[in-house]
């Protein structure tokens, strides 16, 4: 029997040795291989992150290129998954779509049972890649729409907009949606990161993992997150009610307010800095700052009331409604961005392998206990 005090969610446990990306929750500090996340916010593309993050440093301008041109070549979804993508019920929401598809995708994966490292950057390509055909594509079918065709001229940001709208995005939409997936990318040993690196450590195989994880990232106490702080801000509009007091409901009523809290960060999100000015500056932008204001009100309550900040999920909210992204996106474009993340740790996981098993304090009946027969029940 064992005799350790359990943490209760894992809090504080170190986990794993990684390379990847570092947290200073007191600071507020992110850096992704030692780069400060604001300087990669304001500085890098999503393509140039993702680089960086499987492949440990900041690429050339050749590797950049071939980079862009191996992701490009990827946009492709083999036929028998665009017709699963038909198929499927049309009152599941993306999420679930998303995660049946990727699981789909390893049938059609030349290297699927193939973990060693090369095969895992390959994959990393294709379902970096297919993650966002995958979201835009299925949007598409369940409108009634056409698929539109990917184009390899686009960056990932710039193409997964075209493809979910049919229309080339604005460059002020591309930039904000591109530093977007940036400040999404990654995060450490957050829960679908470390589910994936579990599943990936029993040496099953990299779909396998991203599936779970887009499995965990559907909970409303991760990714889903930034769906329900939009619902909240929609049924505030509906019903006409002031923002603070809706909220103040809500915390009488014992509820989480989502887009508030976090397990690491005990001061801001440094993500949540970024996301909160592209917010104004769309809203702003669009003759529309309803969402934001709203969005102000709330965070300036909650942080005087609760003392909680603004997570990364609080205003990407009110900046996706903003670019006319429904709601039911937002969580699938979460993993569009945090597949290259997940791709990291899974690459990093193989590469120094060992099962990730823990234990339990055994809290049940006392051992040795009696087993009655059934008849004496
Ligand atoms: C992120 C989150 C899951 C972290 O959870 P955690 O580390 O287990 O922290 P806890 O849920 O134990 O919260 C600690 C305290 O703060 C309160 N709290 C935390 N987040 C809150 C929120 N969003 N709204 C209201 N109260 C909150 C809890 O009720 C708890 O209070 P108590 O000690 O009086 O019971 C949690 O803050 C949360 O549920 N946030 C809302 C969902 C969300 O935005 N998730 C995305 C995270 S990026």
Not at 180 to 196: G, K, P, V
Request: net charge neutral; charged share 25%; with cysteine.
């Amino acid at each position: 029997m064992t005799t350790a005090v359990a943490a209760r969610g894992l809090e504080g446990i170190v986990a794993a040795n990684s390379g990847i990306c570092w947290i200073d929750g007191d600071a507020g500090v992110l850096a992704y291989r030692g780069i400060d996340i604001h300087e990669l916010a304001q500085r890098s593309s999503f393509e140039e992150t993702a680089y960086l993050l499987w492949f440990g440093a900041l690429p050339t301008v050749a590797q950049l290129a071939d980079f862009r041109k191996n992701l490009a070549a990827a946009r492709t979804l083999p036929p028998e998954v665009l017709r699963l993508l038909e198929s499927l019920p049309k009152n599941g929401t993306p999420m679930e779509v998303l995660r049946t598809a990727v699981s789909a995708l390893s049938f059609y994966d030349a290297d699927e049972k193939n973990n060693d490292h090369d095969a895992n950057v390959r994959k990393s390509y294709r379902l970096t890649a297919q993650i966002a055909l995958i979201v835009a594509c299925y949007d598409r079918i369940r409108k009634g729409k056409p698929v539109v065709a990917a184009d390899p001229t686009l960056s990932h940001a710039g193409n997964f907009l075209w493809m979910l709208t049919g229309e080339k995005p604005s460059p002020t939409a591309e930039k904000a949606f591109d530093t977007a997936l940036i400040l999404h990318a990654d995060h450490e040993l957050n829960a679908s990161t470390f589910a994936a690196r579990v599943i990936a450590a029993t040496l099953s195989d990299a779909h396998s993992a991203v599936t779970g994880a887009i499995g965990a990232l559907k909970g409303p106490l991760h990714g889903g997150a930034n769906e329900a702080v939009m619902r909240i801000l929609f049924a505030i509009d509906k019903a006409g009610a002031d923002p603070v007091e809706y909220v103040r409901q809500m915390l009488a009523d014992k509820k989480k307010v989502s887009g508030f809290g976090h397990r690491v960060y005990h001061t801001e999100d440094p993500r949540a800095t970024h996301l909160r000015r592209m917010s104004e500056d769309l809203c702003k932008a669009s003759g529309n700052s309803k969402w934001f204001e709203m969005s102000r009100k709330i965070e300036v309550y909650i942080k005087e009331e609760k003392k909680l900040n603004a997570n990364v999920d609080f205003y990407s909210a009110s900046m996706y409604t903003t670019l006319g992204i429904d709601v039911d996106l937002f969580t699938p474009i979460f993993a569009v961005s945090r597949i290259a993340g997940w791709a990291a740790h899974i690459i990093e996981q193989l590469d120094d392998n060992r099962l990730i098993r823990p234990r339990a304090e055994y809290i049940g009946p006392e051992y040795p206990a009696p087993y009655t027969p059934i008849e004496q029940r």
